[in-house]
């Protein structure tokens, strides 16, 4: 006897997931009951997914993905997400180095700014690296389809030695959130994404100034170092940049609310 398919949830019926999503408190529930609808597989699957959204789930870690500069970046539970107006690095990067060969994605999280920079430089040869193993695994997922490889350690340290001195691009969005103020982010952020992605120390400058440091050896002649900071921030941010050698000056989106250190050799 063939057996009898299961009730569907209610919640497959997208006006009852997006009621269910904003009751919530999701406010863009309907958007995001789309979206859940458009990546489960069955009715209880959507229903488990809204289920982990309403318990305050980031929804990236909900879909298993993120949209980043037109691409699906897949993301797991537990590695940073890519905020969308860290875009607006990756446009800096291309518009100074749209020849780039050799590209680096330093503090990676899900590797998104290096597959965003492998898509549009193609042929270009992409490392990405982090200190976390989960992003790493993430970023490598990420990467593969682009030919780019995944490294694990702590900054230059992670990095093959053959990339010294010819590294093009050098990203690195690195955490810049005082210490004392982690506590007053978004539980989305604050409750499911790592410490360390998150924590820049006393005044959230301490990973920048590292990877400034080191990025005059790295760097190819006329190479870039582009770093995502806050308006706050960024006088001190370019300071770091520029007592390590490099030319530096600051490209703020005010459409994003971005404001991105540039660096170059």
Excluded: K
């Excluded at 009852?16 to 990546?39: K, N, P, Q, Y």
């Excluded at 700014?113 to 549009?120: D, F, R």
């Excluded at 459409?255 to 050799?265: F, P, Q, S």
Aim: proline share 7%; aromatic share 4%.
């Amino acid at each position: 006897m063939a057996a009898v398919p299961a009730s569907p949830s209610p919640l497959a019926d997208p006006s009852s997931l997006a009621a269910a999503l904003r009751a919530a408190g999701c406010v863009f529930a309907e958007d995001e009951a789309r979206l859940i609808l458009a990546t489960a597989r069955t009715a209880d699957q959507a229903t488990a997914m809204a289920e982990a959204r309403a318990s305050g789930l980031p929804l990236e870690h909900v879909l298993g993905w993120a949209e980043f500069h037109g691409l699906r970046i897949a993301v797991e539970p537990g590695v940073f997400v890519p905020r969308r107006r860290t875009e607006f690095l990756v446009d800096q990067a291309l518009a100074r180095a749209p020849e780039a060969r050799v590209v680096v994605d330093l503090c990676c999280g899900s590797g998104a700014l290096g597959a965003a920079l492998a898509v549009s430089l193609d042929g270009a040869e992409v490392h990405a690296a982090d200190i976390d193993p989960a992003a790493v695994r993430c970023a490598r997922c990420n990467l593969a389809p682009h030919g780019g490889r995944g490294h694990t350690g702590d900054l230059y340290a992670a990095l093959p030695a053959g990339l010294r001195g010819r590294i093009d691009i050098l990203t690195a969005n690195v955490p810049y959130v005082p210490t004392a103020e982690v506590p007053l982010l978004p539980a989305e952020a604050r409750d499911h994404e790592p410490a360390v992605a998150l924590d820049g120390g006393p005044d959230g400058l301490d990973v920048l100034r590292r990877v400034a440091a080191g990025a005059a050896e790295w760097l190819a002649p006329g190479g870039c170092l582009l770093s995502e900071t806050s308006a706050r921030q960024a006088s001190a941010a370019t300071a770091a940049f520029t007592q390590a050698g490099l030319a530096a000056h600051v490209a703020v989106s005010h459409e994003w609310d971005a404001h991105v250190v540039i660096g170059v050799r």
